[in-house]
């Protein structure tokens, strides 16, 4: 029976400590975890850890260890501090999908267009070096047919009839691969 009131006695006096911590540092604790974070709810959040971590150590609420509002105030920035390290070390949260979102089809798929990178490497691939080079030339680095002649060290129309044939290689290299480089080759 004894040991009942004891345990009633140090809530009581637990209650009475974080209820007069509250009244003396809670405003000032708010308007500084506003301040840091810019989120009230969140803020809110905070006062109580602190005042829970106050309850959890009350030997560094003695005026003889230092100011109690500079230690409460230290110790909510630490957790601030903590809170914002762990969001940028987790990955951003993905909104769940609701079954109405779930029945909407995909707008892109990046798979198709990684296959299509894969065709289109297998078959340039296939071409002769000059042909592939005259595609590279013209289609990956931009130049015009007399700017790749230069380059490339043949005459223009050299250039154009090797891009032509090259072009029908590829297109021939399609034919029998349905549903890939949709439209990407005429």
Known sequence: MAGTRSSARQGAADEALIRTLYEEHGGALLAYAIRLTGDRAAAEDLVQETLIRAWRNP?????TRGSVRGWLLTVERNLIT?????????PAEVAEVS?????????????????????????????????RAVLDSIYFQGRSVAEAAEQLGVPAGTVKSRAHYALRALKQSYAGRPGTLKGAVA
């Not at 030997?59 to 005026?63: D, H, I, N, S, W």
């Not at 798929?109 to 299509?116: F, G, I, S």
């Open 82 to 90: 903590d809170r914002f390290r762990a969001r940028a070390a987790r």
């Open 59 to 63: 030997e560094a609420l003695t005026e």
């Open 99 to 131: 079954e109405a979102m779930a029945t909407v089809p995909v707008q892109h798929d990046h798979a198709d267009t990684v296959v299509d990178s894969l065709v289109m490497m297998e078959a340039l691939e296939q071409l002769s070096p000059d042909h």
